[in-house]
């Protein structure tokens, strides 16, 4: 089907990542990388990274119902997830040492590394769910 | 413990889907979406979306062993998921219309809407791996 240009989007706004025990998952999120949560339930804990994005941790089995919202609010559609998901964080050249001593020292072990052809390094460690993280550092892709 | 301020997070830079078929999940994300990859394999497909964010297809069960890169690059972990999973796509408001009636050329359904406090819509859809994908217009979060 021939359909016109798509308008503009901005970003990817929210990631989510699905975990068994949100006390454990937030003590890592909160305390090794340092995030604030900027909205936190039963169900969802939200956090900002950087100036325009979110991540989502999401109590697993929490959000397979359908949620009705007050009023005229409307729905939120059931997801869930399974399974070690993987995730990369953007950090400047200059703060991957800080990272990884950051790491170090709350005992979260360094998985593996990769040196991209373009200049790139990137860092994998794994949250309290198996969840592949990564640092990643500019020039990994075009838009980073 | 305690531990100096983190070192600063520039976002989100990956978050990632698992497909069952990637010829399917690319028509939708390039046909509909108007995605262009950025990298492309059999196992992975890189999408970027806007300035500073990639949402990266990854064929389910093509990334569960280390991938060893060629001479001194390094290795890339396994991960995996499934499920369906959750992303938001960060669109402004005067361009949600556009979206919309580009779902609906496409025939695909908009399985729910959310009017957030703050004023900002989720529209709510699935891709052809039942992973639940979201356009949201800004205000639904502090960075967005």
């Known amino acids: 089907m021939d359909s016109p240009a798509p308008p503009p989007l901005a ?9 068994d025990d949100m006390a454990r ?9 340092g995030l604030a949560p900027m909205f936190e339930d039963a169900r969802l804990t939200a956090y900002p990274v950087g100036p325009r994005s979110a991540l989502l941790l999401f109590l697993r089995g929490a959000t397979t ?6 009023g005229d609010m409307g729905e939120i559609p059931p997801h ?7 995730c990369a964080l953007a950090v400047a050249e200059a703060d991957l ?4 001593a950051r790491l170090a020292a709350h005992g979260v072990a360094v998985e593996a590394r990769t040196h991209w052809p373009r200049g790139s ?24």
């Open 25 to 33: 998952a937030r003590a890592f999120y909160e305390t090794v990388l």
């Open 80 to 86: 869930d997830g399974a399974g070690p998901l993987h």
């Open 65 to 70: 119902e359908t949620v009705h919202l007050p």
């Open 97 to 100: 040492p800080g990272w990884e």
């Open 121 to 144: 390094t990137s860092v994998y460690f794994r949250d309290p769910d198996g969840h592949l993280m990564e640092f990643a550092t500019p020039k990994l892709w075009p838009v980073w």
């Open 11 to 19: 970003g990817v706004l929210e990631t989510a990542l699905y975990v």
